[in-house]
């Protein structure tokens, strides 16, 4: 299997610009997270899905976020407009809860710089 | 609610030395424990896991023992390798009404020193 795909690998943008990563899970994984990381903040969970459905958005800090999953092989976090805050690395995890239990596989990341 | 404490770092090592990372939990249900390894630019991948007390999980010659009584579950390796160095998470699932989440501790950054 070739894991969780992230892309881009790097984004760099000015603020104001919409940014939108995207992620592949792993074929056949139930549940999909999108996480945050910042030196100031360490992981955060902005979001997450089981079988395409938002459960908890509660992370997500403002407004300016949104995620979509619009089938079970790909999903979408957008940043609209981005600021120079946003700058991170974003994490997408998926992981098939049913059989193997809560084990989370982690994508390369994106990181993003804005600014 | 569920959350995790693990030790501060930096944690710097020479190398063969022993590691400990100390780990605590807090946890409404009978969580699973994890710990997760992230090698510089790379994403965190599972190094070991434990799903109910006194289970210890293992691999790459780093272990960790799930204790309910002291809530803990401390990383440790007999003999650090500078390949070693990343950072490590501690982490805990609690299969209730958030089936399928992990709460991630802050992290531990390891630097082993040949």
């Known amino acids: 299997d070739a894991g969780v795909i992230q892309s881009p690998r790097h984004e760099v943008t000015e603020m104001g610009q919409e940014v939108t990563l995207r992620c592949k899970p792993i074929?056949?994984?139930?549940?999909l997270f999108w996480y945050r990381q910042t030196m100031m903040r360490g992981l955060e969970l902005l979001i997450y899905?089981?079988?395409?459905?938002?459960?908890?958005d509660s992370g997500m800090p403002e407004d300016r976020f949104s995620a979509k999953m619009p089938n079970a092989s790909f999903s979408t976090l957008k940043i609209q407009p981005s600021e120079p805050r946003d700058s991170a690395v974003y994490f997408c995890?998926?992981?098939?809860?049913?059989?193997?239990?809560?084990?989370?596989?982690f994508g390369p990341g994106t990181r993003l710089t804005v600014l | 609610g569920d959350s995790v404490t693990q030790m501060e770092g930096p944690v710097t090592l020479s190398e063969e030395a022993f590691l400990t990372i100390n780990c605590t939990y807090t946890a409404t249900g009978y969580p699973s424990l994890f710990w997760y390894v992230q090698y510089p630019g790379e994403g965190l991948q599972l190094l070991l896991k434990a799903t109910k007390a006194d289970d210890k999980g293992s691999n790459k010659g780093f272990e960790a023992t799930y204790r309910k009584e002291t809530t803990s579950f401390h990383l440790e390796k007999g003999s650090v390798q500078v390949s070693d160095s990343a950072v490590y998470f501690c982490a805990l699932s609690d299969r209730g009404s958030t089936l399928g989440r992990l709460y991630f501790g802050r992290g531990t950054q390891l630097t082993v020193w040949p």
């Open positions: 899905f089981n079988n395409n459905v938002p459960i908890d």
């Open positions: 995890a998926s992981s098939l809860v049913a059989s193997q239990g809560d084990t989370q596989y």
């Open positions: 074929s056949g994984h139930d549940y």
